[in-house]
């Protein structure tokens, strides 16, 4: 009963996948190929500016986040809402 219930329900789940695969649509650039079992595929895609992005966003994120400390730490010293104390506790 149970290896019935499996098989039907493979057989309906390979019908749909059948189904949606034959009728995705064809948008620009987008094309649905499948290539023999055990071949090469296409060669991915990669981009080559990818580490300079990274060290682009990440530095300018610790700039941004620096100033806006910065600033936030001065607004609080200025209006006397957090001011540092230099005491000495060298014992």
Known sequence: MAT???SNFQSVFKAFLD???KNIPNQTGVSVTAA???SVGQR???NKAGVLKLIFVSASSLYIGG???HKGAS???ENEIFVP???DDDD
Do not use: R, S
Request: charged letters at 20%.
């Open 36 to 38: 023999a079992p055990g």
């Open 67 to 69: 100033l806006i400390a």
């Open 4 to 6: 019935t219930k499996l």
């Open 85 to 87: 104390t230099d005491e």
């Open 19 to 21: 189904y949606a695969i």
């Open 44 to 46: 991915p895609f990669t």
């Open 75 to 77: 607004y609080l010293e």
